[in-house]
């Protein structure tokens, strides 16, 4: 069974524009979270999709906003991009994010803000 | 505002040796607990976890410690190879949201 896949895998921005990263989750999950991990801050949850519908939402500012698609693929946009939000974006995606469910993480999107 | 600290930012240890990494929470709704391990250039990858009803669960050369009156989770690495030097992150869910701590780096010296 294939894993998460995140695509791109590096991405170069400058101030002011805005990005669109995507996650493809594990066939069969319908969860997908996002991440984003700072040396400093660890890993901070940005929000959970689940059946097309954010569940939960992390502290980040409205700039940050995600979809879901009914084949569970999920992207995230960043808009007015600013040098702090240079940092590596993981997805996870896990069966139905409940009770014991193992979230599994993909390889992450490494963004770089100029 | 840090719910999960993970105090100790690198160790290092000698193969064959125990590893124990610590973890310190805050939030007392947090039902249940989570390690997860991460290569360079590779998303974490789930290592053990143990409910809050538990104090302590075992996988094979893994052990999670659970003090819920201390609020702190421990991993033991028993015996610690070369392989197992990465970073470890501990994990911790509350209302079907996860709160993660920086990361210990952990170095296995051969």
């Known amino acids: 069974k294939a894993g998460v896949t995140q695509t791109p895998r590096y991405l170069i921005k400058t101030r002011g524009q805005q990005v669109t990263l995507s996650c493809s989750p594990i066939s069969g999950h319908r969860s997908v979270s996002w991440y984003q991990q700072t040396p400093g801050q660890g890993l901070q949850f940005l929000f959970e999709y689940f059946s097309e519908t954010q569940r939960n939402k992390g502290n980040f500012p409205g700039r940050f906003s995600g979809r879901q698609f009914s084949n569970s693929r999920s992207e995230m946009n960043v808009s007015t991009l600013e040098l702090g939000d240079s940092a590596l974006y993981l997805c996870?995606?896990?069966?139905?994010?409940?009770?014991?469910?193992?979230?599994?993480f993909g390889p992450g999107t490494r963004l770089t803000v100029t | 505002d840090q719910q999960v600290k993970q105090n100790s930012p690198s160790l290092s240890v000698q193969e064959g040796r125990i590893s124990i990494l610590n973890c310190d929470y805050t939030?007392?709704?947090?039902?249940?607990f989570l390690w997860y391990k991460k290569y360079p250039a590779e998303g974490p990858t789930f290592l053990i976890s143990?409910?809050?009803?538990?104090d302590k669960n075992e996988d094979g050369r893994f052990t999670v410690f659970l003090n819920k009156s201390a609020k702190h989770l421990s991993l033991h690495i028993v015996p610690s190879q070369p392989g197992d030097s990465a970073v470890y992150f501990c994990a911790a869910r509350a209302f079907n949201q996860f709160y993660f701590g920086t990361g210990t780096s952990l170095t296995v010296i051969p």
């Open positions: 996870a995606s896990s069966l139905v994010y409940n009770d014991w469910d193992e979230q599994y």
């Open positions: 143990i409910s809050s009803i538990k």
């Open positions: 939030n007392s709704m947090f039902d249940y």
